[in-house]
């Protein structure tokens, strides 16, 4: 009865069977009913096993706009989602909406690699038109994983597996790529996890170490600060690259727990340094997406006792790009809290000017891809002197990378660049290191007592 005393409307087992089926916000189904698609699938074929193809595809950067805009904005984008989809899938294809921002298809008639691949690309170039949001429009990527059946699993759980395998190897190579499950990327995804595992419990042991290459004034070579990176030697793999292990630490979700500890160790070192030197530190695109970032980094100055002053983030365009009403907040949060903020990479991007134009950054560090040529490529040295000369104009210090010889220095100072980076300065090397250099190039420093004995 309902509060009126009328009898409620009876649910009858079909309208709970569809309920049990069918995903309550978009109408499409759900995995369920994916896996009673593919099961029926290779029942008929069973006799004759042709090939069919079940796919996944995960909206890129989903998650910070839910966050900025709100869950009624995510859910009118998700619905928008559902309905392109619905319309440019192949005849007798099934869609489903699984949890979050996943989406997943059961296509029959795409029996191989190359076929998948091109279906991918015509449903992310319907999916990366903008989203209809009332008073604003915004747009999003997607990445996809595809697995053939009967190559990638024979069985419904394997074959999701297989995509889901896919899919994080997209994820892996960043936004909006299209994979097709194979035995070298399932092996290739099973080293990543392994990677994984080690890197967790190097965190979690604090083998993860800090090293600092100095960033200096060209004019006379004095250090004006250090850039911290990340380096980590494992027992049994031996180096590992950070262009290895920080892009997992951020597919895989822990770029958080990487980043705290190693600004933890820079500012712990950096409270050794002469105060007027500052400490520059990279964050990844993935931070820049999370609002968390800014009271995650002024907790751990504040526990570590670094004035926020002397910090200094790099982040790079493609970063600010990923995810910009978010990245702009984050950055305004930060620097409302005295930390600078450095353009790093510049040049390399596709709408650098814009990004100036934008955003409000300290300062804007040449990439090493025009200072290593400045000497031997004119267009090299135009572009260089250009940047400077516009960083001048708009009030931005300026830091070349790369720097590997006297003539590259030699060059950049007669252009009018202030500060530089590079081997031809120093390479990075460890806390203990760094003070070291500092006793033998800053005249005000004094190695402290318990390092000199």
Known sequence: MNSAGRPLPQVTQNELQAMAYRDPLTGLGNRHRLREKVQAVALERADDPAPFTI??????????LNDLFGSEAGDEILCQVAHRLKACIPDGATVTRHEGDEFAFLLPLVFEKTSAERLGQMIKEVLSAPYDLGDRN???SASFGFAV?????EEFEELLKSAETAL?????????QITVYSREIAQEMKRATQLEQALRNAIIADAVDVHFQPIVRIRDGSVVGFEALARWIDADLGFVSPAVFVPLAEERGFIDALSETLLRKAAEAALSWPRELFLSFNLSSAQLMDIGTAPSILSTLNRVGLDPCRLELEITETAVMTSADTAERIIWDLRQAGIRISLDDFGTGQSSLGRLRDFTFDKVKIDRAFVSRITTDRASEHIVKAIIAMCDGLDLQVVAEGIEEKADADKLQALGCAMGQGYYYGRPVDAAATLRYLAQNHRDFAMPQHQTA
């Not at 796919?55 to 910070?64: E, T, V």
């Not at 994080?168 to 909006?176: A, I, L």
């Open 168 to 176: 994080y190897r997209s994820k892996r190579r960043g936004r909006g």
């Open 55 to 64: 796919g996944i595809a995960n909206l890129d950067g989903f998650k910070p």
């Open 149 to 153: 059946y009967p190559f990638a699993g």
């Open 138 to 140: 915004v747009r999003l």
